[in-house]
């Protein structure tokens, strides 16, 4: 139908389907004159190619590894987005509904869905955290940690200045950081051996290990961290809930 709305998900690879599969049950069961697709790009430069083919295109999704490298193609920012320097989420500005001319406003909800569903966890005892992975998602759970009074500490394969790499994760270390996040695709499918390189038998009933991947439900890093006795979680909620956002952003005129 040439007046459906056209909603996406830009990334490469996408290997999984929630967003489209929740979106569009949406849609049905709401009677939206919408659809939701999977946009897998194997370079941003594509993005325009997407605006080309599909001139209804109302709204947009992003995820790895384009978080970052989408900003480029953006008018504005919201003042989150711009303070994390990550987006997930692109809103469409046009004057009417078959405005050729539009501009592009990033913003990001990835926040609003980590902090609501880590908050409910966390303890006096949990106020330092582990951030694995240094991409998009996690500048948006070191705001997200930092507004509920989480200092966090990046972890990352290469050293750099404000980073430790994993072999400098001692046993002190450990015991200081009692929340530990993992923002990488290790652990996501297809590849479900693999998990981030941390010393897991140092772990406890203490900590929580929340893992920002959801497919499969429990990854490695959750099942080892939980051999151990930590407190686990997935991304599953955190997706959901940034998901309710990404509509909310892209249907409200005073956003």
């Not at 190619?49 to 989408?70: R, W």
């Not at 948006?140 to 290469?158: D, I, K």
């Not at 002190?172 to 290790?186: A, C, R």
């Not at 998990?195 to 038998?201: A, K, L, Q």
Request: proline content about 5%; overall charge negative; charged content about 20%.
């Amino acid at each position: 139908m040439t007046d459906q709305r056209i909603y996406g998900l830009i990334g490469y690879p996408l290997t999984h389907s929630f967003s489209q599969n929740y979106f569009n049950q949406k849609f049905e069961a709401e009677n939206i004159n919408a659809r939701y697709l999977n946009f897998e790009i194997a370079d941003i430069g594509d993005l325009m190619k997407v605006f080309a083919e599909y001139p209804t295109l109302s709204g947009l999704n992003v995820t790895i590894p384009y978080k970052e490298q989408v900003i480029a193609y953006l008018d504005s920012l919201d003042p989150v987005a711009a303070e994390i320097g990550a987006v997930n989420v692109v809103k469409i500005i046009r004057k009417s509904d078959d405005d050729e001319d539009f501009t592009l406003r990033g913003y990001n909800s990835d926040i609003i869905g980590f902090s609501d569903s880590i908050k409910p966890l966390l303890t006096p005892d949990r106020r330092r955290a582990l951030v694995l992975g240094t991409g998009g998602a996690s500048k948006a759970v070191v705001a997200g940690l930092r507004s509920l009074g989480v200092e966090s500490t990046l972890v990352s394969r290469t050293a750099r200045p404000g980073v430790v790499t994993y072999n400098d994760i001692s046993q002190e270390i450990m015991e200081s950081h009692k929340v530990i996040v993992n923002t990488t695709p290790l652990g996501m499918y297809p590849h479900t051996d693999e998990c981030p390189d941390i010393p897991y038998h140092l772990l406890n009933s203490s900590y929580l290990c929340y893992d920002l991947l959801y497919n499969p439900d429990v990854t490695l890093f959750m099942k080892r961290a939980a051999e151990f006795g930590a407190e686990v979680k997935n991304g599953l909620e955190m997706l959901l809930l940034q998901a309710f956002a990404s509509w909310t952003i892209w249907n409200q005129s005073n956003i």
